[in-house]
């Protein structure tokens, strides 16, 4: 029913920004669906960074990336884009894409039990 693959991942210098994709060409609820990217360092547990609501297009931030993160879409190509910058070495982490059926207001965007399907992962890496 669907396969999530992420892009543009890469190192950058403190300061610096990066734009991730998320893919979900062959998501069949990609229009009325709930994209999240979460992150994980190492030894830290999984986090949710920021969700994109593709039918209302409404955008949520965590605190920790509120102000540097901007999502956009390419709806024709069912793609999300996280626009990052001002990066920090926190932000450090391998960067999941997840996707639910149901809308990021329908219950905590980063509750990670109520996405179905997950992307491999693309990295970051931001040193200072």
């Known amino acids: 029913q669907g396969q999530l693959v992420e ?10 920004s990066l734009r991730l994709s998320c893919a979900a060409s ?5 229009y009325s669906s709930c994209i999240t990217w979460f992150r994980q360092a190492p ?6 960074v920021a ?14 990336v509120k102000g540097r993160l901007t999502f956009s879409q390419d709806a024709m190509k069912k793609t999300v884009h996280l626009q990052m910058n001002d990066l920090k070495t926190e932000d450090s ?7 639910r ?3 990021c207001s329908s ?5 990670q039990t109520d996405y179905d399907y997950w992307g491999q992962g693309t990295q970051v890496t931001v040193s200072s």
């Open 93 to 99: 982490a391998m960067y999941y894409c997840a996707a």
């Open 26 to 30: 062959t998501y069949t609820h990609y």
């Open 7 to 16: 892009s543009g991942g890469g190192s950058v210098q403190a300061g610096g």
């Open 51 to 64: 969700a994109f609501d593709t039918f209302t297009v409404q955008t949520y931030y965590s605190d920790s």
């Open 101 to 103: 059926n149901t809308r």
């Open 107 to 111: 219950g905590p965007w980063s509750r």
């Open 43 to 48: 030894g830290k547990e999984r986090e949710g």
